[in-house]
Nanobody, 126 residues
Framework: QVQLTESGGGLVQVGDSLRLSCATSGRTFDDYAMGWFRQVPGKEREFVAAITRFGNTFYSESMKGRFAISRDNGKNTLYLQMNNLKPEDTAVYYC????????????????????WGQGTQVTVSS
């Protein structure tokens, strides 16, 4: 098992940048494919970005170019760098983990992931 703890959220202005972190503990971090999702009240949790065990990345089309997912296996930590933030980026952001079928696979579906953090709130003010 792995435990996930997000941090780095907060209140920012339009156009600002923010870096979220997801610290992990338990099973070896690099065993997992990882992902970021976000959710606003009344809406389904949506996919943001994913990274394979090997470090290959994949993004939701609407966030491509502004967000960057990365992992530091030495620090057992997943990151989400968010640039040029917009009011519509306001949400609770969650990290998620799954042991993949092979190291090159990434996952974009909610049901693909087995472990979730508690979330961190990001609010973008105009």
């Amino acid at each position: 098992q792995v435990q996930l703890t997000e941090s780095g959220g907060g209140l920012v202005q339009v156009g600002d940048s923010l870096r979220l972190s997801c610290a992990t503990s338990g099973r070896t971090f690099d065993d997992y494919a990882m992902g970021w999702f976000r959710q606003v009240p009344g809406k389904e949790r949506e996919f943001v970005a994913a990274i394979t065990r090997f470090g290959n990345t994949f993004y939701s089309e609407s966030m491509k170019g502004r967000f960057a997912i990365s992992r530091d296996n030495g620090k057992n930590t997943l990151y989400l760098q968010m640039n040029n933030l917009k009011p519509e980026d306001t949400a609770v952001y969650y990290c998620a983990a799954v042991v993949p079928q092979c190291g090159s696979i990434y996952y974009t579906g909610l049901s693909d992931y087995d472990y979730w953090g508690q979330g961190t709130q990001v609010t973008v003010s105009s």
